[in-house]
């Protein structure tokens, strides 16, 4: 039936499209985040390999979207959960990043 081929390739790109934007998204808060961790970080540089080392992306995997804050430094994970929390960076802005990420995301997928 031509019709519901007709429908079928409308659902296809509609989904493509859908899942570029929030591809797009996603990298867009990945930077956002880094942006606002590099500076936003409460130690002491000695190196400034751990705040050098602070970086946001994206990608898709098993069809979900990770949109990841890390850090590339061994010592990272001791800034993180050492102390309280007292040097933590990165899950403080992915907390505080989040809420605002999964408001857009809805926007997207509501259209």
Not at 61 to 90: C, F, M, P, T, W
Request: charged share 30%; proline share 4%; no cysteine.
């Amino acid at each position: 039936m031509a019709g519901s081929e007709n429908v079928l390739n409308n659902f296809r790109a509609y989904v493509g499209r859908t899942k570029a934007t929030l591809h797009a998204l996603g990298d867009h808060y990945a930077q956002k985040m880094e942006g606002e961790a590099k500076p936003a970080a409460p130690w002491t540089d000695r190196t400034g390999d751990a705040r050098r080392g602070l970086f946001g992306s994206v990608e898709e995997r098993d069809s979900q979207l990770l949109i990841r804050l890390s850090g590339s430094e061994r010592h990272n994970v001791y800034l993180e959960l050492a102390n309280q929390g007292k040097y933590a960076v990165i899950g403080p802005t992915v907390k505080r990043n989040a809420p605002d990420f999964i408001r857009d995301a809805e926007r997207v997928i509501k259209g």
